[in-house]
Structures are given as structure tokens and as C-alpha cells.
């Protein structure tokens, strides 16, 4: 999938997450409400960068305020993009084959998330610093 079908309103699931009552809704997913946008580009640009700062031993710990920082960015393309229970984008482990049973990565939308973090490296050219094992 590429940028440009994540723009032109592609909706990878249809599932919404309304920041505005900050829950999930029952409502179908319409073009509008879920397609990659500048925002989401730089969040994603400022979380690699927040990444690549980042000692193995400041991320694990997650106190700084470099990683409050990664970690509400994290929250906001997540939860924006996906949904709550979805796989983080800035998981590496995303550029590879699921390493899970089929059900719990259909559960969260592994497929989806994959595609998204695609579409992010490709509109930016960033991939994040891994830190998963």
C-alpha cells in the first residue's frame, strides 16, 4: 500500500478512535477521519529522532523526559491511526513476518499496523531505532 492510497482516504480498519470522547466507536471508519497527514508524518519524524537519542537503558526505564515525550508520541499514532490494542508503529518487529499465532495478530491488527509503518518509513524515509529484542 502506498502513501498515496493512505492519503486518498485509504481506512485500514473499521474500528474509530474519537479523540473527542476518547473511546472506541461503533460508527463505520469514513475516508476523512484516518489517512496520513503531515501531522502524523512529523510525529513520526520527532519520534525517530527521540529514538535515536535514546540509551537501551533510558528507553527501558521510560523516565526521562526525552522518553514521556517518545512515549505520548507513540500514544498519539497509535491510538490515532490504529486503535489502543493495536501493534506500536514504531515496533520493529513490523518489518518482518508475525511471530505470533494468527488469531492474537489479527486481534491487533498486525496487517494494519504493518501497512501503516510502511507508508510512515516511506513518507519520510526514517526507519526507528530498535529496541525490542
Known amino acids: 500500500m502506498s502513501r498515496e492510497q493512505l492519503r486518498e482516504g485509504y481506512a485500514p480498519s473499521n474500528r474509530n478512535f474519537d479523540s473527542t470522547t476518547a473511546g472506541v466507536c461503533d460508527r463505520p471508519m469514513t475516508h476523512e477521519q484516518r489517512q496520513l497527514t503531515d501531522e502524523h508524518i512529523a510525529l513520526w519524524r520527532e519520534g525517530c529522532t ?3 537519542a535514546m540509551t537501551p537503558t533510558e528507553y527501558a526505564e521510560g523516565r526521562s523526559d ?13 491510538w490515532g491511526l490504529l486503535d489502543p490494542h493495536s501493534a506500536s508503529l514504531f515496533d520493529a518487529r513490523l ?14 491488527g498486525w496487517p494494519i499496523s504493518q501497512a501503516w509503518r510502511r ?4 513518507a519520510t524515509g526514517l526507519t526507528p531505532k530498535k529496541f525490542e529484542p
Open 119 to 122: 507508508a510512515l518509513i516511506e
Open 50 to 52: 527521540l529514538l535515536e
Open 66 to 78: 526525552r522518553c514521556r515525550r517518545f512515549r505520548a508520541i507513540h500514544k498519539e499514532l497509535t
Open 95 to 108: 518489518d518482518g513476518p508475525c511471530d505470533m499465532r494468527p488469531e492474537y495478530a489479527q486481534a491487533i
